[in-house]
């Protein structure tokens, strides 16, 4: 039973795609560098973008992803450097971009025309929560070491949607 547990949150999303659909995903380009020749540390940011019917800021039951929108990576100077959309298949309303090298980044979710970002959300730990800025649609910023990507397979920022008022 505790095995189970052990399975990460990755591979049951890489699985669920690979069975019910494709993945939507971006592959951000790893550049060369110096010592080109040894392995490089490459992590996965990703997360879900919902319906927040409730305002809270955090994904409950019955809240459901939302597919067709369009997520962007950003560099530590604010360039995108890839692109993905929401999943339509299986683990709809997901994003992943993999591949991703140490440093520091920022997802800019792209606002759908009739919705506006939630609130940031406070869920407990381990809960689907928004962290996206309602005003400029980026998330909070991620300081990707390689340290963290030893330690997670994911690396996760959610966005959560409401209706605009008239």
Request: charged share 15%; net charge negative.
């Amino acid at each position: 039973m505790n095995r189970l547990r052990e399975i990460s949150v990755l591979g049951i999303i890489i699985v669920s795609a690979f069975v019910f659909g494709s993945i939507a995903s971006a592959a951000v380009p790893a550049q060369p560098g110096p010592g080109a020749g040894e392995e490089q540390v490459i992590g996965t940011i990703g997360g879900t973008v919902f319906l927040d019917a409730d305002s809270s800021g955090v994904q409950d039951a019955g809240e459901w992803g939302v597919s067709g929108i369009t997520v962007h990576l950003l560099n530590a100077t604010g360039e995108r450097i890839a692109t993905a959309e929401t999943f339509s298949h299986a683990c709809e309303g997901l994003y992943i971009f993999s591949g991703v090298l140490p440093g520091n980044y920022t997802v800019e979710v792209v606002q759908p025309e009739g919705y506006v970002f939630t609130v940031p959300g406070l869920g407990i730990p381990g809960a689907t929560a928004s962290t996206v800025d309602p005003i400029n649609g980026t998330t909070t910023g991620i300081n990707l070491t390689k340290e963290m990507i030893e330690e997670t397979d994911l690396v996760v920022r959610d966005a959560g949607l409401v209706p605009a008022e008239g």
